[in-house]
Antibody, heavy 121, light 115 residues
Framework: EVQLVESGGGLVQPGGSLRLSCAASGFTISYYWMSWVRQAPGKGLEWVAN????????YYVDSVKGRFTISRDNAKNSLYLQMNSLRAEDTSVYYCVRSRDGNNYDAFDIWGQGTMVTVSS | DIVMTQSPDSLAVSLGERATINCKSS????????????LAWYQQKPGQPPKLLIY???TRQSGVPDRFSGSGSGTDFTLTISGLQAEDVAVYYCQQYYSTPPAFTFGPGTKVDIK
């Protein structure tokens, strides 16, 4: 079964750091662009960042540039999101997602169940 | 960035009737070189992650019932649910994946309920 499983969420104080992980199974992530998408409680969806198959290209939404870093380990079939200088507005469920068909500019066909990040003192 | 808007914010439809959701982008998401609209539709049920329904504006994802259809081009798009079922109660989002460099934006969502 094709699956993405996120971990690493939790409660963190403003200004703190957290590292999210996403383990893929049932497919090899090395063939795909991968992204993180977040959803604040009761709100809509926001794309956060994505990364090319070999990790050489990375893109971020403006609100996280300089604070978040997306990375991947194809040997471990895993995706990561290092989040630093966290703010209250980063409080969200974070989803690991796959871009379909190996393309960057494509829809997101596989979604994880999400991991909750709460930034609060 | 391309801004996506959806209408209505919510709608209630009787079982078996048609539900229509509109999505508008602030600029065209039609790529002229391949004549593809870089527009997707997702369904999100409570407590679940979103699920891809439609990509390239009108191509149904594998396994999605054929009562779901997408149409439109350029800046105006529609998701139609023909014959609403109880299991279709959800929030529906459109998304553009046209922006270069990537800044994939979603619409605010449309909530669909049973009347």
């Amino acid at each position: 079964e094709v699956q993405l499983v996120e971990s690493g969420g939790g409660l963190v104080q403003p200004g703190g750091s957290l590292r999210l992980s996403c383990a893929a199974s049932g497919f090899t992530i090395s063939y795909y662009w991968m992204s993180w998408v977040r959803q604040a409680p009761g709100k809509g969806l926001e794309w956060v960042a994505n990364i090319e198959q070999d990790g050489s290209e990375k893109y971020y939404v403006d609100s996280v540039k300089g604070r978040f870093t997306i990375s991947r380990d194809n040997a471990k079939n895993s995706l990561y999101l290092q989040m630093n200088s966290l703010r209250a507005e980063d409080t969200s469920v974070y989803y690991c997602v796959r871009s379909r068909d190996g393309n960057n500019y494509d829809a997101f066909d596989i979604w994880g169940q999400g991991t909750m990040v709460t930034v609060s003192s | 960035d391309i801004v996506m808007t959806q209408s209505p914010d919510s709608l209630a439809v009787s079982l078996g009737e048609r539900a229509t959701i509109n999505c508008k982008s602030s600029q065209s998401v039609l790529y002229s070189s391949n004549n593809k609209n870089y527009l997707a539709w997702y369904q999100q049920k409570p407590g679940q992650p979103p699920k891809l329904l439609i990509y390239w504006a009108s191509t149904r994802q594998s396994g999605v019932p054929d009562r779901f259809s997408g149409s439109g081009s350029g800046t105006d798009f529609t998701l139609t649910i023909s014959g609403l079922q109880a299991e279709d109660v959800a929030v529906y989002y459109c998304q553009q994946y046209y922006s270069t460099p990537p800044a994939f934006t979603f619409g605010p969502g449309t909530k669909v309920d049973i009347k």
